[in-house]
């Protein structure tokens, strides 16, 4: 395996890697190429084809480690045999990032024990069922419908939703912008870098093929969200802002979007919650339906 071989994502990749995604699924969001493309300028993950299958590496000066393939079954087995022996050639430890559980049970069948798995809780995202996020049923939604019948109220006749496209796509790069300064991004690495995702994504709209949702008061936009399908079933939503001091905003545009945009698909991927603790709040108090695990693979040690 040639070292050369690895590239960054760019446009122009859009249709290979999309075509591995596309016949080889998973709900897990890493798994689309929008999140592949926008992330990939953030982190240093390279992508080539390997015996017929789609590899993912992350590399630097510190660290060697692969996604787990995207291919046929014999081809993956083939390439996973590359990844080691060019773990090997390089000094690291053979270890794979967001491996979901379905991927380590093919391991286990190929290699029995040789591998473990540990997964990580900050890494797990959080799917949903549809209706639910668009009716917000029962006593356990009970306190989300009321925020969203709150915001109805308070903005009566003064709000409105509409689809992302090329005539608004500007408008909430400029919400994005003011978003940005409003929440001291500049001094937060973090923020910072999902933040030039945000605007990447909204500046490539309509090459990346994304869909969107906008919520706006009295003309203004106050919120906006962005997803794509991650398989036949799965909508998986990427970005989501809005502003904190209009009450209730987050939880209008997550409810209208869904309604709007994602009633074709049984279930709602929002993604990890990193760790965050008010996020993993605000998560769970949605009811995911499950979680898509994700853990670190890497070799048993020998006694």
């Known amino acids: 395996m040639e070292e050369t071989q690895f590239k960054r994502a760019e446009l122009e990749d859009k249709e290979i890697i999309s075509d591995y995604f596309r016949h080889h699924t998973s709900r897990s ?47 993956v087995r083939k390439a996973l045999e590359e990844l080691k022996a060019y773990s090997e050639k390089k000094g690291y430890p053979f270890t794979m990032y967001n491996v979901t559980p379905d991927n380590f049970e093919l391991l286990e069948k190929w290699y029995p024990g040789r591998f473990q798995i540990e997964y990580e809780r900050d890494n797990a995202d959080y799917v949903y069922e549809s209706e639910k996020l668009a009716a917000l049923p029962g006593k356990k939604l009970h306190g989300k419908r009321n925020h969203v019948n709150k915001f109805k109220s308070i903005y009566a006749n003064r709000w409105s939703y509409e689809s992302i496209s090329r005539e608004n796509v500007e408008e909430c ?38 869909t969107g949702g ?13 997803g794509e399908p991650v398989c036949s079933d799965t909508f998986v939503v990427h970005i989501e ?30 993604e990890e919650d990193t760790g965050a603790e008010g996020l993993r709040r605000a998560k769970l108090s949605y009811r995911p339906v499950f979680l898509v695990e994700k853990g670190t693979v890497t070799e048993q040690r020998k006694e």
């Open 241 to 270: 802002k809005a502003y904190a001091e209009i009450p209730g905003a987050y939880n209008m545009i997550n409810q209208q979007f869904v309604e709007h945009e994602c009633m074709d698909y049984t279930y709602v991927n929002r």
């Open 173 to 210: 790069f400029q919400m994005a912008l003011r978003w940005r300064n409003d929440n001291g991004c500049n001094e937060d690495l973090e923020k910072n870098a999902e933040m030039c995702v945000t605007l990447n994504a909204l500046r490539l709209f309509e090459e990346l093929g994304l």
């Open 214 to 226: 906008v919520l706006r008061v009295d003309g203004e936009i106050v919120a906006f969200t962005i």
């Open 29 to 75: 969001c890493e798994r689309t190429f929008v999140n592949v493309f926008l992330w990939s300028r953030q982190y240093p993950v390279k992508w080539a084809v390997v015996e017929n299958a789609l590899v993912f590496k992350s590399e630097d000066n510190t660290h060697v480690s692969f996604a787990f393939p995207a291919g046929e079954e014999e081809n």
